[in-house]
């Protein structure tokens, strides 16, 4: 019912601002809070940032605040994420998750639709 597609990644150097885009189908696109994950190889996947439905809300992790913006387009179905300031530790495959209910926007059992990821590498 819902799809969602990553683009925007590439290979950049640290200090650098990449910004990368998730375009969702359907129609109730405002009904899904929206999320960021992210995975490293070798390491799991980590919870970056999240926004709620209206894009009132958000959320990061205490890794990445102050560096990493997500917004939302509901007018356009998609979310992206402005990334700062970037690290060599901010190397990974970026998620795009959608979810119709959220509890903590940080654990990804909550969200129930994914992306296959856009490639991020941050070199020094």
């Known amino acids: 019912q819902m799809q969602l597609v990553e683009s925007g990644g590439g290979v950049v150097q640290a200090g650098d601002s990449l910004r990368v885009s998730c375009a969702a189908s359907g129609r109730t696109f405002n009904r899904y809070a929206m999320g960021w994950f992210r995975q490293a190889l070798g390491k799991e996947r980590e919870f970056v940032a999240a926004?709620?439905?209206?894009?009132?809300?958000?959320y990061y992790a205490d890794s990445v605040k102050g560096r990493i913006t997500i917004s939302r387009d509901n007018a356009k179905n998609t979310v992206d994420l402005q990334m700062n300031n970037l690290k060599t530790e901010d190397t990974g495959v970026y998620y795009c998750a959608a979810s119709a209910r959220l509890m903590t926007f940080t654990l990804d059992e909550e969200y129930g639709y994914w992306g296959q990821g856009t490639q991020v590498t941050v070199s020094s």
């Open positions: 926004v709620s439905r209206s894009g009132d809300s958000t």
